[in-house]
C-alpha cells in the first residue's frame, strides 16, 4: 500500500505532462536523430523532457502575465537554465538507481496504466486501443510511455527514501514560538505639530538646498532608459475599419438576450423545516414583530446565504406568479419550492428591457469596431516583422505602417502611457543596446517594437522639479526638532519615576503587541525598537512630522491558548521542514553528480531552441 500511495498521485501528473506537454512535438524534427540532449553517468536528459520543460515553464509565464512569451524573454529570465538545472538534477537519481540496480517491476506499471481514465472505454474498462490512440496523439511510444513512467515511479522511490522522517526538532517550534509569541505592554504618547505652541518659519532658499542635498537620496531619480517604440493600438485604427451591416446585425442576435431581458427581480429565500413553520413566520412577519432579517439570523444564518440575486420568471418556476405580483419590500410566502417551504422577499424590482436593433447601434459598432480593430492589427505583425527582419528601423514602421513612433524615459516608477502595460515594462526592464527591434503583443490586441537609445544612470532631480516635495520634508524635519526639544526634558523626568500625567504628556494610546502587531500611524521600525526595550523603559521614536514617547509596561511570555500563533508556528515549521527537505535531495543530487559525471550537448540543445523561435 505504501508504494501505491507514492505512486498514484505520480503517475496522475506524468500522465497529464506527457499529453499536454509533448502533443505534436519531435516526431519528425528532433526524436528521429536526437535522443538526448546530455547525461549524467548513465542516465540520458531526453530530448523531449527538456521540450517539455520549456515549453511548461514559457506557459506557465504567458499564465500569469497573461500575454505571450517569447523564447527571447524566457531566455533572459533565465528559464533554459533552470530547466536544464532541474532535468540534470532528476537524472543524478535515475543514475543512482541504474547503477543500484533499482527499477519498477512490469506489473507495477501495468496495475497503474490499467487504473488511469484516459486509456479507458466506454464501458469503463481499459481499452487498449484508447491507450495506443492517446500516446500516438502526443508523439509518444508504448515503450517510451512506460519506460519514463518507470524511470519516475523509480526515482520516486528514492526521493522518498531520503525524505522519509525528515522532521525538525521540538525546540525549533518552542523557538518561533518565544519569539513571535512574545508579548510586551505598552503606553505611548503622540505629538504632533498641533502640541506645539509656537509654528515654524518659511523655509529659505538656503534651507531648501541643505535639506535637498543632506536627503539627495530621497530625490534621486533611478537608472532610467530612452526608449524609441512604434506601436499600434486597436484604437488607432478603429474609426477606419469598414463593418457592414449584416456583421452589425449578426452581433445583435448574439447578444439578442443582453439587449432584451424579461422583468427581472432580486430576491432573498429562507426555506423552513415544514409549512408550519414557515406560515408562523410569514404571521410575524404581518404582524411587524419580527423583520424578514431577524428571521434570518433567528436560524443561524446570514442574509448572503438567502441571496438569490437577480432571477427571472423562469428561474423560478411555478412560484414566479406570487413573486412577480409582489412590490419592493414585500415579504411573500409560504411558497412550496423544491428545497421546501419558504418566505421570499422581494429587495428590487428590473423591469423588462427591450433594445432594438436601431437602439443597439451604438453599442455594436463600438464592440464589433474593437473586434474588427484587433483582428487588423493582428493581422499586420507578420509583414512588420519581414520589415524589420529587411533592416526598417522603428521610425521607418511609423511610414510604412499604421503604427505610431513616440519616445519614453522608463524606470520602474513609470506607468504612464504605453508603460501602463506589464508586458512592456517587463521588456523594458530586460532591453538592452543589442536587442533587435522585434514586434511583440500586448493583451488588449496591440503590438509594439522598441529600441533602447540610451540608458541614463540614477541623478539627483534639480531642486525645481521637486521643490514640493523638499518643502514637505523640510517642515516634517523641522517640526519633530521642535517636538523633540519639547519631549526630552519631559522623557528625563519619566526616567526618574513620574508618570504621563505626571509630566502633563496626554496618553494616546495603551496596547500589548506581539513581533506581528500594527500601530496606527507609527514609523516602519516601531515594533523593532519596541523589541528592543526593557521593561519600565522610557523611549522617544522619530516619525515623518510626529515624534512618539513610547514606555514598556511589561514583557509577557506567549500566550498559550493563542490559536493564530500556533498555525503560524505550524506552517513556518512545515515550510522550513520542506526547504531542509530540499536541501536533502540537492546534496544528493550534488553527490550524485560530481561521482558520475556530467555530459552536456550543446548542439541538441540548440536543436531544441529552435523549436521555439
Not at 586 to 595: E, F, H, N, P, Y
Request: overall charge negative; aromatic content about 6%.
Amino acid at each position: 500500500m505504501a508504494s501505491k500511495s507514492i505512486t498514484k498521485p505520480l503517475v496522475w501528473i506524468l500522465m497529464g505532462l506527457l499529453i499536454l506537454g509533448l502533443g505534436g512535438f519531435g516526431v519528425t524534427s528532433l526524436s528521429g536523430t536526437l535522443r538526448s540532449v546530455g547525461k549524467v553517468g548513465e542516465a540520458d536528459i531526453r530530448v523531449d523532457e527538456y521540450f517539455r520543460g520549456l515549453q511548461q515553464e514559457i506557459n506557465a509565464l504567458q499564465a500569469s502575465r497573461g500575454e505571450p512569451v517569447s523564447f527571447i524573454q524566457a531566455s533572459a529570465e533565465g528559464v533554459p537554465e533552470r530547466v536544464l538545472s532541474q532535468l540534470i538534477s532528476q537524472a543524478a537519481f535515475d543514475h543512482e538507481m541504474i547503477s543500484s540496480g533499482v527499477s519498477v517491476g512490469d506489473e507495477a506499471i501495468g496495475e497503474q496504466i490499467l487504473a488511469m481514465p484516459q486509456f479507458r472505454g466506454g464501458d469503463g474498462e481499459f481499452n487498449r486501443e484508447a491507450y495506443r490512440f492517446t500516446l500516438e496523439q502526443a508523439g509518444l511510444s508504448e515503450r517510451d510511455f512506460e519506460e519514463s513512467m518507470r524511470r519516475d515511479t523509480a526515482r520516486s522511490f528514492l526521493q522518498a527514501s531520503v525524505l522519509a522522517g525528515v522532521t525538525l526538532p521540538d525546540a525549533y517550534g518552542d523557538t518561533l514560538a518565544a519569539y513571535l509569541g512574545e508579548r510586551r505592554a505598552i503606553t505611548w504618547s503622540l505629538q504632533t505639530r498641533n502640541d506645539l505652541e509656537i509654528g515654524i518659519p518659511e523655509p529659505t532658499e538656503a534651507d531648501l538646498q541643505a535639506y535637498h542635498q543632506e536627503n539627495a537620496a530621497l530625490f534621486t531619480r533611478p537608472e532610467s532608459k530612452r526608449i524609441t517604440y512604434a506601436w499600434l493600438t486597436p484604437e488607432m485604427i478603429v474609426d477606419t475599419v469598414e463593418i457592414d451591416d449584416q456583421s452589425l446585425r449578426d452581433a445583435y442576435e448574439l447578444r439578442f438576450d443582453e439587449f432584451n431581458q424579461p422583468e427581472r427581480r432580486m430576491v432573498d429565500r429562507l426555506v423552513f423545516p415544514s409549512e408550519d413553520d414557515a406560515a408562523a413566520a410569514a404571521d410575524r412577519v404581518a404582524l411587524g414583530t419580527v423583520s424578514f432579517s431577524d428571521l434570518v439570523s433567528e436560524r443561524g444564518l446570514q442574509l448572503s446565504d438567502t441571496d438569490m440575486g437577480v432571477v427571472t420568471a423562469r428561474d423560478l418556476g411555478d412560484n414566479s406568479d406570487a413573486i412577480f405580483a409582489g412590490l419592493t419590500g414585500h415579504v411573500i410566502g409560504p411558497v412550496e419550492t423544491n428545497l421546501g417551504p419558504a418566505l421570499f422577499r422581494i429587495n428590487a424590482i428590473l423591469e423588462a428591457q427591450e433594445t432594438t436593433f436601431e437602439d443597439a447601434l451604438p453599442q455594436l459598432r463600438e464592440s464589433v469596431g474593437a473586434d474588427r480593430a484587433r483582428r487588423v492589427v493582428e493581422s499586420q505583425v507578420d509583414s512588420i516583422d519581414d520589415l524589420l527582419a529587411g533592416g526598417a528601423t522603428v521610425e521607418d514602421l511609423a511610414e510604412e505602417t499604421d503604427m505610431q513612433v513616440a519616445e519614453i524615459v522608463w524606470n520602474p516608477t513609470v506607468s504612464d502611457d504605453i508603460a501602463a502595460y506589464e508586458a512592456f515594462r517587463a521588456a523594458a526592464a530586460s532591453l538592452t543596446e543589442n536587442d533587435f527591434p522585434e514586434v511583440m503583443q500586448l493583451d488588449d490586441g496591440s503590438i509594439y517594437a522598441m529600441r533602447l537609445d540610451e540608458t541614463i544612470p540614477p541623478e539627483l532631480a534639480p531642486l525645481e522639479d521637486v521643490r514640493d516635495e523638499v518643502v514637505a520634508g523640510w517642515e516634517n524635519q523641522t517640526y519633530v526638532e521642535l517636538l523633540v526639544e519639547k519631549v526630552t526634558p519631559l522623557i528625563e523626568e519619566m526616567r526618574d519615576g513620574k508618570t504621563f500625567e505626571g509630566v502633563d504628556l496626554a496618553v494616546t494610546g495603551t496596547q500589548e503587541l506581539t513581533r506581528r502587531g500594527f500601530v496606527d500611524n507609527a514609523p516602519a521600525d516601531f515594533i523593532d525598537r519596541v523589541f528592543s526595550m526593557d521593561a519600565g523603559e522610557v523611549a522617544l521614536i522619530r516619525g515623518p512630522g510626529r515624534v512618539f514617547v513610547l514606555k514598556l509596561d511589561s514583557i509577557q511570555p506567549p500566550d498559550e491558548a493563542d490559536e493564530d500563533l500556533t498555525q503560524v508556528i505550524q506552517q513556518l515549521r512545515n515550510e522550513a521542514a520542506g526547504t531542509v527537505s530540499r536541501d536533502y535531495l540537492q546534496i544528493l543530487a550534488t553527490d550524485i553528480r560530481s561521482r558520475a559525471g556530467i555530459e552536456i550537448d550543446e548542439a541538441a540543445i540548440n536543436a531544441v531552441h529552435l523549436n521555439f523561435q
